[in-house]
């Protein structure tokens, strides 16, 4: 194949090499049978953009693409045709330029904007905005935005010397130094087009920030798992496993038998990571947990038990700041009996009746425990109690009988897992969801699919799915009273 003729390189393609170079080659040439479908958390987060750019375009006099962004060929001929007319401001507009090796490059600004200047165009010249969620004009859409200001400057015969990023907060654009952007950009790009030449894929390294939402998490993940790679124990960093490799410590067998003064020299093993992450190494190798060593707070007799037990669970929908679900699940074990109360906010002004609700149901179990995973909810408790003014003795009375199963389970035992969030503890545990791909960010998705298109079943899965993390709260607390004991 013709280099011309070649897929061509796009700004995605530039945005993503910046996350991460595997993703990029594999979306060229990997099997696209083994790509995930988008989760509706992703469909959220790209309907938002979109509904965000939408709102911006409307500061502009806008000429819209009229072509399928896909047929980037006649769409780089429409915004040529626009830009010599010399209309005030265009989105959907493609750029395209040709690489060294004559791939062509492709650019998708969300709006080109007529500015006054010279170009082979005439009397004025065109300037590129992107427009992004995000609230910093981080560096991979600052270089993304030189990429589009240098194939501006081809297509218009001028240098761009201007190139802005729309962020969260409208009223300041971010205005890109060119000067130093584009040079990294080309040496960027030029790092991108070598690595979609290479015979095999960049390697892979797993890790929570970069993968949760890449569309090839599954497939890293499974040749990880069939590798035992380090990268699934939790505390190994990118960082240091590099120096894992360095000192040749890259099984679980290595590393869980390793000197320990091998890793001592190396500051990123300081503050006590070495036997953290030895220990995390033997439960792999062992498939077994390992007692942490004795806490004096997190012991066995201090563990609650009672007769009837509360296990809470908050869904929150962060862009719109409401806590919209206290799920409560009521564990009475005389009776062998459990019943479960979504107190729920059906619309965002409800919070206060469904967190009244919540109030009186824990405080009708006066003495009973209340289990919970990780800080967030006690954190809502408190604040949520300022904010609906609830005496603050009344509010101790609860927050003191909360207990957190995240807490003691990482102060006692280390766990063959690849991370400590609750569907991977209780997972290892046995315990299922009855919704495998239900997580906090499709509750999101959900809730704003009933908001927008009273979609009474996404509700419902938001209820089972906080039910069952409360189960799965249960579970891991009725393990770990077992092993504590
Ligand atoms: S899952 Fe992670 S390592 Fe794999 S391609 Fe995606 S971002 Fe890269």
């Not at 993503?16 to 958390?41: E, I, W």
């Not at 080109?112 to 981080?138: A, N």
């Not at 800080?375 to 609860?398: A, M, S």
Request: aromatic share 10%; glycine share 6%.
């Amino acid at each position: 194949m013709k280099r011309s003729d070649a897929p061509p390189v796009t700004t995605d393609d530039l945005l993503f090499y910046l996350r991460c170079a595997r993703r990029v080659y594999l979306d060229a040439h990997g099997d696209s049978r083994r790509r995930d479908r988008p989760g509706g958390f992703v469909e959220k987060l790209r309907a938002d953009a979109l509904e965000y750019r939408a709102e911006i375009l409307k500061r502009f006099d806008i000429t819209a693409i009229a072509s399928s962004p896909h047929d980037w060929r006649t769409g780089a001929e429409e915004t040529l045709h626009h830009m010599a007319e010399g209309v005030a401001a265009i989105s959907g507009g493609v750029l395209v330029s040709e690489a060294a090796d004559g791939r062509p490059l492709v650019g998708y600004p969300h709006v080109l904007v007529r500015e006054e200047g010279v170009s082979c165009f005439g009397d004025w010249q065109y300037t590129p905005i992107d427009i992004r969620l995000g609230k910093k004009p981080k560096q991979e859409y600052q270089i993304v935005a030189a990429f589009h200001a240098e194939l501006l400057s081809m297509v218009q015969c001028m240098w761009s010397d201007r190139a802005e990023i729309v962020l969260r907060s409208p009223s300041r654009p971010h205005r890109v130094d060119l000067e130093y952007r584009v040079p990294q950009m080309q040496k960027v790009l030029g790092r991108l087009l070598a690595t979609l030449d290479r015979p095999e894929p960049p390697p892979y390294f797993i890790s929570r920030s970069r993968c949760s939402l890449c569309p090839w998490l599954n497939d890293c993940r499974d040749r990880a798992r069939s590798d035992r790679h380090l990268c699934l124990l939790p505390g190994v960093t990118l960082n240091r496993y590099r120096i894992l490799e360095k000192l040749g410590l890259t099984t679980v067998e290595a590393l869980a038998d390793a000197d320990p003064d091998r890793l001592a020299p190396f500051p990123e093993f300081g503050n006590g990571v070495i036997p953290q992450i030895q220990a995390q190494a033997r439960a792999h190798r062992d498939a077994q947990p390992v007692p942490r060593a004795a806490h004096p707070h997190f012991t066995g007799d201090r563990f609650p038990s009672a007769p009837i037990e509360l296990y809470f669970d908050i869904e929150a929908e962060p862009e719109r700041g409401v806590d919209f679900l206290f799920g409560v699940l009521v564990v009475d074990r005389e009776a062998d009996r459990t019943t479960f109360h979504p107190c729920l906010a059906e619309s965002p002004d409800q919070e206060a009746e469904a967190w009244g609700e919540f109030l009186a149901l824990v405080e009708a179990h006066g003495d009973a425990p209340i289990f919970h995973f990780c800080e967030y909810e006690v954190e809502t408790i408190q604040r949520l109690g300022e904010q609906f003014g609830v005496d603050r003795d009344r509010l101790q009375r609860i927050v003191t009988r909360c207990v957190d199963i995240h807490a003691w389970t990482v102060k006692t035992v280390v766990l063959p897992v690849e991370g400590y969030a609750l569907k991977q503890i209780a997972g290892y545990l046995g315990f299922q969801w009855r919704d495998p791909t239900a997580d906090g960010g499709q509750a999101v998705y959900w809730y704003d699919r009933w908001l927008r298109l009273g979609d009474r079943a996404a509700l419902d899965a938001i209820a089972v799915y906080n039910e069952d993390d409360c189960r799965a709260t249960w579970a891991i607390k009725d393990w770990l009273a077992g092993f504590l004991a």
